[in-house]
Nanobody, 123 residues
Framework: QVHLIESGGGLVQAGGSLRLSCAGSGRPFSSLGMGWFRQALGKEREFVAAITWSGRSTFIADSVKGRFTISRDNAKNMAYLQMNSLKPGDTAVYYC????????????????WGQGTQVTVSS
């Protein structure tokens, strides 16, 4: 079992930056791929970014490519989502997830989920 807790969300003006953190506990963190998803009010959950178990490969959704980066620190059982040049359209609850070692883009590839952290971008 893996327990995930997100932090770092909040209110930011358009053009600003936030760094989300995901702290993992339980089974070894380093064997799992990590992903970030988001869900805006009234919309389906969507893939944002993923990183393989080793951190050597990352995958970024087209909608945030060039603005968001994903990283991890296995020694600390942490994953991060750096979000720059934020837009009002990025407003959503952001979820951290752990699952398949290759870090997929489908929510079905993840077994463990955090409770989410709200990100609100004002115009």
């Amino acid at each position: 079992q893996v327990h995930l807790i997100e932090s770092g969300g909040g209110l930011v003006q358009a053009g600003g930056s936030l760094r989300l953190s995901c702290a993992g506990s339980g089974r070894p963190f380093s064997s799992l791929g990590m992903g970030w998803f988001r869900q805006a009010l009234g919309k389906e959950r969507e893939f944002v970014a993923a990183i393989t178990w080793s951190g050597r490969s990352t995958f970024i959704a087209d909608s945030v490519k060039g603005r968001f980066t994903i990283s991890r620190d296995n020694a600390k059982n942490m994953a991060y989502l750096q979000m720059n040049s934020l837009k009002p359209g990025d407003t959503a609850v952001y979820y951290c997830a752990a699952g398949r070692s290759y870090g997929g883009s489908s929510s079905s590839e993840y077994d463990y989920w955090g409770q989410g952290t709200q990100v609100t971008v004002s115009s």
